[in-house]
């Protein structure tokens, strides 16, 4: 494991380890999130609709146009409960408060009026009475609310047994009540709550508490309530977790087992809103009776008696997403505990949660370290999928709420920093390893191999390189008379002045060899005009090193210069990594590196420092070039056609070269013919040499002696003009 992996492991576990705190610290943004993700659940599978006995009586907006704004007065309640009764509703279920006295009932209205005998008065009917005795012996729930104001508690109609310790502690708190009117509360047959969702921030009612303690007494639901008036039941049962104090793990009702939170809430499992579930009270109170249709769907059901009219103020969201009457979701109480379909979310939920996201977070950093990206992604990609998968059929089969996010979540980011720590690492490394290439490759190349999709074919493949040998003159006479110090700085002054060029004109250097440097263009990407950009380079390198001469750079005073040789060849040849398997250089082999070495060498047979080969010659036809001769290059059993590099394309164009090859021309057929006007034309090409930057005295002169040179050659490349024309 390298030290970048380590530190990758390192900080992957970190990430995994404060994750893992996180979520077992569960945040409200993380468990808001969680139910977020269990609505979706319940709205892409929501609970089936049953024709179950559960009905609603609906004060909604029909019955307000009938009979008159709300409040109603409670003698018209005690009719409506009178018809539902005669109608054989097995539970009457008011989600409505009766907190304060009928304000018009008869009563109450004459008695604040003037002049008005209070005998009389006492004689007129009491709508609260009236209520009172219509709700004696009947199956009627009545409803409270929570209340910040006084202490007043409702009267308790129901028993409670216990298969442990009193769970006092567990429901949510209750420190007041709405009071209900005397002779109501004590002619209900139950008293519940019609609290939704007391304390909680949310505005979706996703569960229901269906207990509520002052800390020495329990106080039923609504809902639970009247399913214990319609079964006749007077007892609660609940069971308790064995290890756990203060904790609600079932309830029963009679014969049905209502499985609840530890705080004894249940999580609603709804069906959409439906009209079925509705009958307006505009039908019970009708004139002319109740039709038989209602009076069918309202025999043997539990009714809950609410409003749905918008000003009156109940309306809730549900998980559905929709806007729903308050009294809904209790009708929807009970019918779940029909139905016997839950959702709960276990107590080992949190403990798999936590768990999950430490062992996939683990997983991904590994992965991600020590195998690659991609696998990680693979694997993170199908824990997503497994965790989605696993959380929607425990939901679909089981009723099990297990939260997909918090794993799906933790593992993205687990993978996405570790990931990112890779790549950052990664691309250190690569910006090192284009720091100790750029000595090497010109920025343009690269960019190229960088952006470059299987740019650098390694290994030993065969190209066209165009061979570079660049070698000081006279350099054992000059280390000679310097210190070895002085030899070191001379020598890094003028390689690193002449390699530039290298590197400016997309070539590669491989390596430098004492005194010498060995470069090759085309290779690793493919270079455009790589001949033509290597000639290019080596005219650089000639005016620079004559700028360094003439500046004294060297240091060598007393007019002493530096010169060199420079031997240039193009053909195929091996490229790739060579060398030991724990050690190795990219770098060039083959005959034509060879060549190139021997053109190099001789330069000083020549008298010229510029030597190309006629491959070269030939991809490079625009410069200044002339005909060298055919030498016998050592190691070679045909002669090489040389050609001597004497300027640019700019002084190649000009009429002073075109005269100077022409000459050169005649020069060269003389030699060949062994003519005695060679010397003649020799004077003359030596007085046209004289508009060329290079050298060219050394060079005629050697060339009287190298006739052999030109006795066999075939014909000379052309010389091509500017606008394509060629000269021959």
């Given at each position: 494991?390298?030290?970048?992996?380590?530190?990758?492991?390192?900080?992957?576990?970190?990430?995994?380890?404060?994750?893992?705190?996180?979520?077992?610290?569960?945040?409200?943004?993380?468990?808001?999130?969680?139910?977020?993700?269990?609505?979706?659940?319940?709205?892409?599978?929501?609970?089936?609709?049953?024709?179950?006995?559960?009905?609603?009586?609906?004060?909604?907006?029909?019955?307000?146009?009938?009979?008159?704004?709300?409040?109603?007065?409670?003698?018209?309640?005690?009719?409506?409960?009178?018809?539902?009764?005669?109608?054989?509703?097995?539970?009457?279920?008011?989600?409505?408060?009766?907190?304060?006295?009928?304000?018009?009932?008869?009563?109450?209205?004459?008695?604040?009026?003037?002049?008005?005998?209070?005998?009389?008065?006492?004689?007129?009917?009491?709508?609260?009475?009236?209520?009172?005795?219509?709700?004696?012996?009947?199956?009627?729930?009545?409803?409270?609310?929570?209340?910040?104001?006084?202490?007043?508690?409702?009267?308790?109609?129901?028993?409670?047994?216990?298969?442990?310790?009193?769970?006092?502690?567990?429901?949510?708190?209750?420190?007041?009540?709405?009071?209900?009117?005397?002779?109501?509360?004590?002619?209900?047959?139950?008293?519940?709550?019609?609290?939704?969702?007391?304390?909680?921030?949310?505005?979706?009612?996703?569960?229901?508490?269906?207990?509520?303690?002052?800390?020495?007494?329990?106080?039923?639901?609504?809902?639970?309530?009247?399913?214990?008036?319609?079964?006749?039941?007077?007892?609660?049962?609940?069971?308790?977790?064995?290890?756990?104090?203060?904790?609600?793990?079932?309830?029963?009702?009679?014969?049905?087992?209502?499985?609840?939170?530890?705080?004894?809430?249940?999580?609603?499992?709804?069906?959409?809103?439906?009209?079925?579930?509705?009958?307006?009270?505009?039908?019970?109170?009708?004139?002319?009776?109740?039709?038989?249709?209602?009076?069918?769907?309202?025999?043997?059901?539990?009714?809950?008696?609410?409003?749905?009219?918008?000003?009156?103020?109940?309306?809730?969201?549900?998980?559905?997403?929709?806007?729903?009457?308050?009294?809904?979701?209790?009708?929807?109480?009970?019918?779940?505990?029909?139905?016997?379909?839950?959702?709960?979310?276990?107590?080992?939920?949190?403990?798999?949660?936590?768990?999950?996201?430490?062992?996939?977070?683990?997983?991904?950093?590994?992965?991600?370290?020590?195998?690659?990206?991609?696998?990680?992604?693979?694997?993170?990609?199908?824990?997503?999928?497994?965790?989605?998968?696993?959380?929607?059929?425990?939901?679909?089969?089981?009723?099990?709420?297990?939260?997909?996010?918090?794993?799906?979540?933790?593992?993205?980011?687990?993978?996405?920093?570790?990931?990112?720590?890779?790549?950052?690492?990664?691309?250190?490394?690569?910006?090192?390893?284009?720091?100790?290439?750029?000595?090497?490759?010109?920025?343009?190349?690269?960019?190229?191999?960088?952006?470059?999709?299987?740019?650098?074919?390694?290994?030993?493949?065969?190209?066209?390189?165009?061979?570079?040998?660049?070698?000081?003159?006279?350099?054992?006479?000059?280390?000679?008379?310097?210190?070895?110090?002085?030899?070191?700085?001379?020598?890094?002054?003028?390689?690193?002045?002449?390699?530039?060029?290298?590197?400016?004109?997309?070539?590669?250097?491989?390596?430098?060899?004492?005194?010498?440097?060995?470069?090759?263009?085309?290779?690793?990407?493919?270079?455009?005009?790589?001949?033509?950009?290597?000639?290019?380079?080596?005219?650089?390198?000639?005016?620079?090193?004559?700028?360094?001469?003439?500046?004294?750079?060297?240091?060598?005073?007393?007019?002493?210069?530096?010169?060199?040789?420079?031997?240039?060849?193009?053909?195929?040849?091996?490229?790739?990594?060579?060398?030991?398997?724990?050690?190795?250089?990219?770098?060039?082999?083959?005959?034509?590196?060879?060549?190139?070495?021997?053109?190099?060498?001789?330069?000083?047979?020549?008298?010229?420092?510029?030597?190309?080969?006629?491959?070269?010659?030939?991809?490079?036809?625009?410069?200044?070039?002339?005909?060298?001769?055919?030498?016998?290059?050592?190691?070679?059993?045909?002669?090489?056609?040389?050609?001597?590099?004497?300027?640019?394309e700019d002084f190649a164009a000009s009429a002073s070269f075109a005269a100077l090859k022409h000459v050169h021309g005649r020069l060269i057929d003389a030699l060949a013919a062994q003519s005695p006007a060679a010397r003649e034309i020799l004077r003359e090409a030596k007085s046209h040499s004289g508009g060329s930057s290079a050298d060219l005295a050394e060079f005629y002169r050697r060339i009287a002696r190298r006739a052999d040179h030109f006795l066999q050659r075939p014909a000379a490349p052309p010389h091509v003009l500017p606008g394509g024309k060629t000269l021959h």
């Amino acid at each position: 494991m390298t030290r970048a992996q380590q530190v990758g492991v390192i900080v992957g576990l970190v990430i995994v380890a404060i994750l893992t705190i996180l979520r077992a610290s569960d945040p409200q943004l993380m468990r808001q999130a969680r139910e977020v993700a269990f609505d979706e659940y319940q709205r892409i599978a929501p609970r089936a609709f049953q024709d179950l006995p559960v009905r609603v009586v609906d004060i909604d907006e029909a019955s307000l146009k009938e009979f008159g704004q709300w409040p109603w007065p409670r003698d018209r309640m005690a009719r409506l409960v009178d018809r539902l009764s005669e109608m054989g509703a097995a539970a009457i279920a008011f989600d409505i408060l009766f907190s304060e006295p009928d304000r018009l009932s008869p009563r109450t209205v004459m008695r604040d009026v003037v002049g008005v005998d209070p005998s009389i008065v006492a004689r007129l009917p009491d709508n609260d009475e009236i209520f009172a005795r219509s709700i004696a012996e009947k199956p009627v729930v009545l409803g409270f609310a929570l209340s910040n104001d006084g202490s007043a508690r409702p009267e308790v109609k129901a028993g409670f047994a216990f298969t442990g310790e009193p769970p006092f502690h567990a429901p949510p708190r209750i420190t007041g009540a709405t009071p209900l009117r005397p002779q109501l509360e004590a002619n209900a047959a139950g008293i519940g709550h019609i609290s939704l969702n007391p304390g909680d921030p949310s505005a979706v009612v996703r569960t229901v508490p269906l207990l509520l303690s002052d800390g020495r007494q329990l106080y039923p639901n609504l809902a639970i309530e009247a399913l214990r008036v319609a079964l006749g039941a007077s007892t609660y049962v609940l069971a308790n977790a064995a290890d756990i104090p203060d904790t609600i793990t079932l309830i029963r009702i009679g014969d049905f087992v209502v499985p609840v939170t530890a705080a004894g809430a249940l999580w609603l499992y709804l069906t959409p809103d439906k009209a079925d579930r509705y009958v307006s009270a505009r039908q019970i109170l009708a004139e002319k009776g109740v039709s038989p249709e209602t009076r069918a769907a309202l025999e043997g059901s539990i009714v809950f008696v609410g409003t749905s009219a918008a000003g009156l103020q109940d309306i809730r969201t549900t998980a559905l997403g929709q806007n729903v009457p308050g009294v809904s979701l209790q009708a929807q109480i009970v019918e779940q505990i029909l139905s016997g379909r839950f959702l709960s979310r276990p107590d080992w939920a949190d403990g798999l949660e936590i768990l999950s996201i430490a062992v996939a977070g683990i997983l991904l950093v590994l992965l991600t370290t020590f195998v690659s990206p991609a696998m990680a992604l693979v694997c993170g990609l199908l824990v997503t999928a497994l965790a989605l998968a696993a959380s929607w059929l425990a939901f679909l089969y089981g009723g099990l709420l297990l939260d997909p996010l918090a794993p799906i979540v933790s593992g993205s980011i687990t993978h996405f920093a570790a990931t990112a720590f890779r790549f950052l690492v990664i691309d250190r490394e690569r910006r090192e390893v284009r720091l100790a290439f750029g000595h090497y490759l010109s920025p343009s190349l690269l960019y190229r191999i960088e952006h470059t999709q299987d740019a650098l074919r390694l290994g030993g493949d065969d190209r066209e390189l165009t061979v570079m040998f660049v070698d000081i003159r006279n350099f054992t006479e000059i280390s000679e008379r310097l210190a070895p110090t002085a030899v070191v700085t001379f020598l890094n002054t003028f390689l690193d002045a002449l390699s530039g060029h290298i590197i400016a004109n997309e070539g590669t250097l491989d390596k430098f060899i004492g005194d010498s440097i060995m470069a090759f263009w085309n290779a690793p990407v493919d270079v455009d005009d790589h001949a033509a950009k290597a000639v290019h380079a080596a005219l650089a390198m000639r005016e620079t090193l004559a700028r360094l001469n003439a500046q004294d750079a060297f240091g060598f005073g007393n007019g002493q210069t530096v010169g060199i040789g420079i031997g240039i060849h193009t053909g195929l040849a091996c490229v790739g990594n060579m060398g030991a398997e724990t050690h190795f250089n990219y770098s060039a082999v083959g005959d034509t590196v060879n060549v190139a070495a021997r053109i190099e060498a001789a330069c000083k047979d020549v008298c010229f420092d510029i030597l190309v080969s006629e491959s070269t010659a030939k991809l490079a036809p625009r410069y200044a070039l002339l005909e060298a001769g055919a030498l016998a290059l050592k190691g070679k059993s045909t002669r090489t056609r040389t050609f001597a590099v004497v300027g640019d394309e700019d002084f190649a164009a000009s009429a002073s070269f075109a005269a100077l090859k022409h000459v050169h021309g005649r020069l060269i057929d003389a030699l060949a013919a062994q003519s005695p006007a060679a010397r003649e034309i020799l004077r003359e090409a030596k007085s046209h040499s004289g508009g060329s930057s290079a050298d060219l005295a050394e060079f005629y002169r050697r060339i009287a002696r190298r006739a052999d040179h030109f006795l066999q050659r075939p014909a000379a490349p052309p010389h091509v003009l500017p606008g394509g024309k060629t000269l021959h």
